[in-house]
């Protein structure tokens, strides 16, 4: 058939032909080059029958990608009502196999259909090669269309069945590295991908025992952590640390015919996280010298009655967890080239009990900072040159100066305005080179903290 031809069929179409008919014609218009027809083509796309809408698609889609019918795809994906329609638009923009489209195929990615998202995925696949298209596509592991699960989980492996993730593994989002939000951990927790982080240490508010955090009661502070460290869990990576620095509290007493009370943190939280999955794996004792704590035997001190007996606390915990995984810990490392194993290799004397005596140190504006050396220590012992690390209750930034020193990058939020406002001031006042610590610390309020806006 001419394409006067063709394009006079279409016409009739257009003018009110059966349904029977337009579909046959639609049908039999075979290879398509002529630019003549893309123009009544696209306007059948406003047709009330969806399988006309469908075969004008893929009517549309066999021209080839120099006549950039992008745009009038892009608008069937965002107008159309059918499923079927929009899929077949995906499919044209895949069939093209543009480098230009994988952005827009990676938008689609969170589309609300999973017929579309799959088509989206084969589109992309096409681009397997490269690393910002894999991370896309490993980002769906856990969707919550099962049907998407399984194709990532097929098509991301590689032949001997393990995750294509090399190089995956010891990445992370760039417009998340250095970056400190002024806001409520749990509410940026929610806005985070999954398995974006290393390594996440922190010290959790105490209960009540200080101002800067009011819970209505102690199950609703357990349950806060609970949450806490079920995103956690979420956001690291497989087979990689999370690390809590808690202590038992003291609730003073009521008044002096009341006895004060003594709430077990540590051993309260533990099985709140083996539960979520979190593998325990030890149990670091952080010890200050006597001197600089709180004094609490001087009643037993006078006179020496059994059972007044109150030791001084020394002692913090250092909990360490792993995100449980088949794999071993070889795994892990073998995800990263030789040479960032060999710049991350603990260097000089290192201590090699669960014993860490190191003294407590003071701030001017927040009253609970982490020594300098215990970060320094985690950051040493848990991670790797280049990783991101992460701390939900970043008070003064301490953890993050300690990544930052190491070559680490680093994510902090804090929900206290002073402190985040002391972290604007420290992290300027200290200027540390070197690979990705040179990089600009990004200071941002919770709300435009937007990951899409980021990317
Ligand atoms: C024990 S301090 C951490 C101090 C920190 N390790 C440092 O070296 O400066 C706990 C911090 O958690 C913050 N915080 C409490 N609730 C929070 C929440 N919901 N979201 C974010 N930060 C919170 C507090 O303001 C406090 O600064």
Redo the contacts with the bound molecule.
Sequence with gaps: MSVSAKVAELQACLNGGSIKATKSQLKKLGKLEDEGLISPLTELLNHSNDDIRELTVKNLGKFSSRHDLFHIFQRVITEDSSSTVRREAVSSIGRQRNEKNISYLKELLKDHDPVVVMQAIRGLLVFKQQKDVVEALLELKNHVSETVRRVINIEMRDKSGENIAKGIHMSSPDYMKNTIVHG???ETLGKIKEEAFHLTF?????YNARD??IYKSYDEYLNFLKQIFAEVHRITKEGRFLIVNTSPVIMKRFARNHSSTRYPIPFDLHPILTKMGWEFIDDIVWAKPEASVKNRNGGFQQRKKPLMYKPNSRTEMVMVYRKKTHRLLDWNIKQYPKEIVEESLVQGAFESSNLWEIAPEF?RV?S???PKKLCDEVVKFYSMKGDLLF?????????GLAARRAGRSFFL????QE?FNRMKEVFHKKTITGGDAEREVRFVKLEDFNTKKSR
């Design positions: 409520d951990a749990l922190t010290s959790p508010p105490y800067y955090s701030d927040h609970a900072v982490f701390d939900p209750f970043g008070g003064s930034g301490t953890f939020t804090e929900i206290n402190y």
